[in-house]
């Protein structure tokens, strides 16, 4: 069996950033072996834990040494992970479905937080061909140099869509501060409107008070100068009515 392992760091990516790429890996400009996925289950555990499997569909350059055994130049190969978002672990376990009575390859990526701002990156792969002695070897050599490829492409490939998401995820923010901008420059004009209403309504209530108050002392002048008349002519009459007495008698 032949094992091939390496592990990086994504620098100042932080781990949410890069688990999130991860699901969006799948195309890129980088990873043009991979032509297809299909999630084939997905469900949380009682401990909140992401649990997926996909079938993950590639396309390799088979050599003319291997066509005898693999005629088809498509891969297809199973993959399980586990998202653990307390942990901040993202693991993910890989494994041919093809062609498995003439080799297997067993693939273990994890991405875990190394801190705040880093992810760790840590890949292992086992390759093991048994179709024919003589073959064996150097098949498992083409394995294993196709896997490292492809495993740096990977890289590349999802350094591609983390820029991407880190991108949109800026774009977005922007968006809230510029929505937020706008909500607050609305409330301050309504703010001013409703002051400017505020106002005109007390100048209105203000006006229509006033109009009262005088509508109101012309009505009392009005009837305090017809209560004048109204005795001026009680005090006639009666002068009159005296005066005819008097005349009477």
Known sequence: AVVSTQSGHYGRDPWTIVSSAFWRKYPN?????????????????????LHSTRLII???KIPSFMKYFMPS?????????VVDPVQKTLELRSRNLNAASLFSFVEK???SE?????TKLSHEARISCHACRLLDRKAEEWIESTVDKNAKFGLLGLSSIINMVESEAQMALKAVDEFASDTIKAVDEIAIALDGFKSDTLRSVEGLAT???????E????????????GEEVDRLRT????TGIKST
């Open 109 to 111: 990526v994890v991405y």
């Open 114 to 118: 190394e801190s705040e701002t880093e």
């Open 73 to 81: 130049p498509y891969g297809y190969a199973v993959e399980y992970s």
């Open 211 to 217: 109009e009262t108050m005088k509508s109101f002392e």
């Open 58 to 60: 590639s396309s390799w």
């Open 240 to 243: 009159d009515m005296l005066d």
């Open 29 to 49: 400009d980088y990873s043009t072996s991979v032509v297809g996925t299909d999630t084939i289950d997905r469900y949380i555990d009682d401990d909140g834990k």
């Open 219 to 230: 009505i009392k002048n009005e009837a305090q100068d017809g209560m004048g008349v109204i």
